[in-house]
């Protein structure tokens, strides 16, 4: 049968590529007519009028008038770059993704982002930041989805629309740009206290990173792993930075702002440029996958809680250099394209139900901002494995299909494609058994313990990391007009820690309210300060 492969480049017409991309010494139409000229209109006389036939002068300021997408609704602002990934092997008996066995290179492209910020915000503000990796394996492509911090604010997708609206600059003002300084962020976290571990991260240093290469990056879901035999283990990833995990401090946050507002990604550049390329360690927490879905009582589709390394080490798999810059900011960095659904045979999905409606909503705000179905042939998100699919049209289609028979079984085109069915490398999902249980609006009970893993971080901080997280607290909610908002958050942080609530109670000058509920018996995790760590090393 005929194959329907995609066309792979526009270069590929014969004529010579020069080293910006285009092809042939002349400045063209986009039609590639030469053009004599193109710093003036074509004008009945040179006093004018400008005459209407100019097709170069309007194709080149209608296109001009084009040339701006939709930014990301969230992660708008971020930088991109192309590197490495090789495996230690160290995941084969876990799972059976081509990528994870022993010496496997990989091409990866990593972005880095805030959340909320628009595309032209600064760098260093107060936020969570993007940490998303798209692995190029010979098997398809694997897109690694995650932040620097390894919880999120909320427990369902279905309230993702809601946290974002209250994080995003207050609607009549729009401001603040890119900070949680505001009532509307404080009283969504005050009133879904679920947001409270994740708030106290965003609270701690690791708010303000120093640089992206010295971010730590988390998967945040639970994973379902399966290996040759079909066996399989939940898992989290979790990227360590070599150089260790470090902050600014806020003052030095606040003046890079405005003095280099692109600090992170200027960092970023530079440090590739220079050779000084940035590495990172992946690794996993490896959970047995029991029908409860828990591991020393943690629920693991939870995404507002982790589990300890102390009570699961990280067991290093493999390695992550970034060693090339983008050539083009747009072409790459801004049109790429991640997806958690994008796995590779040997990674599967959980119901974690933030994880779930994430399956849902990446695709659908990419075929607005990207426009259109076929941004999967847009050079940065193509695929490095052969592709063979039945997808067919749509706006900006770069492909000429040959054959007639886009469908299964076919008689016309010698029945290519053919699925896979049990073939090497063809993705199963896993036959997990689904609960036999009513249709509900509800969360399981063990979603209802909202404060004992915010304590267990607080009591992990050293002396200094809480005396920066008190003065985080009393600045952010300082800049809050409702009185009310800040009574409400103080009593959340009473249900945390009483010194805690008392200091920052004291820099708002209101009283600090008692706990509603004993406080957790918690035991710290040295592993979740930045101090004293050990990193990857050669
Ligand atoms: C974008 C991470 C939860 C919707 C992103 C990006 C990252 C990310 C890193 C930027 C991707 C890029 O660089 O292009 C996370 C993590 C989450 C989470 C770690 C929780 C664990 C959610 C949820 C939703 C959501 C629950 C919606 C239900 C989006 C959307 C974008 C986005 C719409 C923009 C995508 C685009 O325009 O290409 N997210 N996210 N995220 N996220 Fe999430």
């Given at each position: 049968g005929a194959p329907q492969t995609r066309t792979p480049t526009g270069a590929e017409t014969g004529a010579p590529t020069t080293a910006n991309g285009q092809q042939g010494a002349y400045l063209t139409t986009a039609n590639g007519a030469r053009l004599r000229d193109t710093d003036h209109s074509l004008k009945a006389g040179p006093r004018g009028p400008v005459l209407l036939q100019d097709h170069h002068l309007r194709e080149k300021i209608t296109h001009f008038d084009h040339e701006r997408i939709p930014e990301r609704v969230v992660h708008a602002r971020g930088a991109g770059a192309h590197g490495v990934f090789t495996a230690y092997g160290t995941a084969e008996a876990v799972t059976r993704a081509g990528f994870l066995k022993k010496g496997r290179e990989t091409e990866v492209f990593v972005r880095f982002s805030t959340v909320l910020g628009s595309r032209g915000s600064a760098d260093t503000v107060r936020d969570t930041r993007g940490f998303a990796t798209k692995f190029y394996t010979d098997e398809g492509t694997f897109d690694l989805v995650g932040n620097n911090m390894p919880v999120f604010f909320i427990q369902d997708a279905i309230k993702f629309p809601d946290i974002?609206?209250?994080?995003?600059?207050?609607?009549?003002?729009?401001?603040?740009?890119?900070?949680?300084?505001?009532?509307?962020?404080?009283?969504?976290?005050?009133?879904?206290?679920?947001?409270?571990?994740?708030?106290?991260?965003?609270?701690?240093?690791?708010?303000?990173?120093?640089?992206?290469?010295?971010?730590?990056?988390?998967?945040?879901?639970?994973?379902?792993?399966?290996?040759?035999?079909?066996?399989?283990?939940?898992?989290?990833?979790?990227?360590?930075?070599?150089?260790?995990?470090?902050?600014?401090?806020?003052?030095?946050?606040?003046?890079?702002?405005?003095?280099?507002?692109?600090?992170?990604?200027?960092?970023?550049?530079?440090?590739?440029?220079?050779?000084?390329?940035?590495?990172?360690?992946?690794?996993?927490?490896?959970?047995?996958?029991?029908?409860?879905?828990?591991?020393?009582?943690?629920?693991?589709?939870?995404?507002?809680?982790?589990?300890?390394?102390?009570?699961?080490?990280?067991?290093?798999?493999?390695?992550?250099?970034?060693?090339?810059?983008?050539?083009?900011?747009?072409?790459?960095?801004?049109?790429?394209?991640?997806?958690?659904?994008?796995?590779?045979?040997?990674?599967?999905?959980?119901?974690?139900?933030?994880?779930?409606?994430?399956?849902?909503?990446?695709?659908?705000?990419?075929?607005?901002?990207?426009?259109?179905?076929?941004?999967?042939?847009?050079?940065?998100?193509?695929?490095?494995?052969?592709?063979?699919?039945?997808?067919?049209?749509?706006?900006?289609?770069?492909?000429?299909?040959?054959?007639?028979?886009?469908?299964?079984?076919?008689?016309l085109d010698g029945g290519n494609p053919f699925p896979a069915g049990d073939a090497e490398h063809a993705f199963v999902d896993v036959p997990v058994t689904v609960a036999q249980a009513p249709k509900v609006r509800a969360n399981p009970a063990s979603f209802d313990d909202h404060y004992s893993q915010v304590r267990l971080f607080w009591l992990s901080m050293s002396p200094v990391e809480q005396e920066h997280i008190i003065r985080a607290y009393t600045f952010e909610l300082g800049k809050c007009y409702h009185q009310a908002i800040k009574e409400r958050q103080l009593q959340s942080l009473a249900n945390i820690d009483p010194v805690l609530c008392a200091q920052v109670a004291t820099g708002l000058g209101l009283p600090a309210p008692q706990p509603t509920a004993p406080l957790a018996d918690v035991t710290p995790s040295p592993a979740l300060s930045q101090v004293g760590r050990e990193w990857p090393t050669d």
């Amino acid at each position: 049968g005929a194959p329907q492969t995609r066309t792979p480049t526009g270069a590929e017409t014969g004529a010579p590529t020069t080293a910006n991309g285009q092809q042939g010494a002349y400045l063209t139409t986009a039609n590639g007519a030469r053009l004599r000229d193109t710093d003036h209109s074509l004008k009945a006389g040179p006093r004018g009028p400008v005459l209407l036939q100019d097709h170069h002068l309007r194709e080149k300021i209608t296109h001009f008038d084009h040339e701006r997408i939709p930014e990301r609704v969230v992660h708008a602002r971020g930088a991109g770059a192309h590197g490495v990934f090789t495996a230690y092997g160290t995941a084969e008996a876990v799972t059976r993704a081509g990528f994870l066995k022993k010496g496997r290179e990989t091409e990866v492209f990593v972005r880095f982002s805030t959340v909320l910020g628009s595309r032209g915000s600064a760098d260093t503000v107060r936020d969570t930041r993007g940490f998303a990796t798209k692995f190029y394996t010979d098997e398809g492509t694997f897109d690694l989805v995650g932040n620097n911090m390894p919880v999120f604010f909320i427990q369902d997708a279905i309230k993702f629309p809601d946290i974002i609206h209250a994080g995003k600059p207050h609607p009549d003002r729009e401001i603040p740009q890119a900070q949680s300084a505001h009532d509307t962020f404080w009283d969504f976290v005050s009133l879904h206290t679920e947001a409270q571990h994740h708030t106290i991260w965003n609270m701690s240093d690791r708010g303000i990173p120093r640089s992206y290469r010295t971010m730590e990056g988390f998967g945040v879901h639970t994973f379902r792993l399966v290996n040759e035999a079909g066996e399989t283990v939940l898992a989290k990833f979790h990227w360590k930075p070599k150089l260790g995990v470090h902050s600014l401090t806020w003052e030095e946050a606040q003046m890079l702002s405005g003095m280099d507002p692109d600090f992170h990604r200027r960092d970023l550049y530079d440090a590739i440029e220079a050779g000084a390329y940035p590495e990172w360690e992946l690794g996993i927490q490896v959970f047995p996958d029991t029908p409860e879905e828990t591991f020393a009582g943690i629920d693991l589709l939870d995404p507002t809680k982790i589990v300890p390394e102390e009570l699961a080490e990280v067991q290093p798999i493999g390695r992550l250099v970034l060693n090339r810059t983008p050539t083009n900011f747009f072409a790459e960095t801004e049109q790429v394209a991640f997806h958690l659904g994008h796995l590779p045979p040997g990674i599967d999905v959980t119901n974690d139900p933030l994880l779930q409606g994430r399956l849902f909503s990446y695709v659908d705000t990419q075929l607005t901002r990207l426009g259109g179905p076929n941004f999967s042939q847009i050079p940065i998100n193509r695929p490095h494995a052969a592709v063979n699919d039945m997808l067919r049209d749509g706006f900006h289609q770069h492909a000429v299909h040959a054959g007639v028979a886009p469908y299964r079984p076919n008689s016309l085109d010698g029945g290519n494609p053919f699925p896979a069915g049990d073939a090497e490398h063809a993705f199963v999902d896993v036959p997990v058994t689904v609960a036999q249980a009513p249709k509900v609006r509800a969360n399981p009970a063990s979603f209802d313990d909202h404060y004992s893993q915010v304590r267990l971080f607080w009591l992990s901080m050293s002396p200094v990391e809480q005396e920066h997280i008190i003065r985080a607290y009393t600045f952010e909610l300082g800049k809050c007009y409702h009185q009310a908002i800040k009574e409400r958050q103080l009593q959340s942080l009473a249900n945390i820690d009483p010194v805690l609530c008392a200091q920052v109670a004291t820099g708002l000058g209101l009283p600090a309210p008692q706990p509603t509920a004993p406080l957790a018996d918690v035991t710290p995790s040295p592993a979740l300060s930045q101090v004293g760590r050990e990193w990857p090393t050669d």
